[in-house]
């Protein structure tokens, strides 16, 4: 409910986002809620195997891409490593909104 909340918002208000992770979760909320409607700018994914492949029309793009997209909140929608990538982005110097889903 809380997650349904959140989209909603982010398509209400047309929030540019970058998406952090390419995993199970996304294609859940790609496939069965109002994400895929929303402002997606990109994708962004630490595997290597990841990286370039074009994922719901955009390519995957690694960590550091994130500065490219200053305007974006990051919606972190990984299982696991919420705190790492939050963790990850203050040592990048990142100044994005964040909001995770977990």
Do not use: H
């Not at 979760?25 to 929303?38: D, F, I, R, S, V």
């Not at 962004?44 to 305007?71: H, R, S, T």
């Amino acid at each position: 409910e809380k997650t349904e909340q959140v989209l909603l918002e982010l398509l209400e208000n047309q929030t540019p986002i970058v998406i952090w992770g390419t995993g199970a979760m996304t294609m859940q909320l790609l496939a069965g809620t109002n994400l895929a409607k929303c402002d997606i700018r990109a994708f962004v994914d630490k595997n290597p195997a990841k990286i370039g492949k074009v994922f719901y029309g955009k390519k995957v793009l690694p960590p550091e891409n994130v500065a490219l997209y200053p305007e974006a909140t990051v919606l972190i929608c990984a299982m696991l490593y919420s705190q790492e990538i939050k963790d990850e982005m203050e040592a990048m110097g990142l100044s994005n909104e964040v909001i995770s889903l977990t």
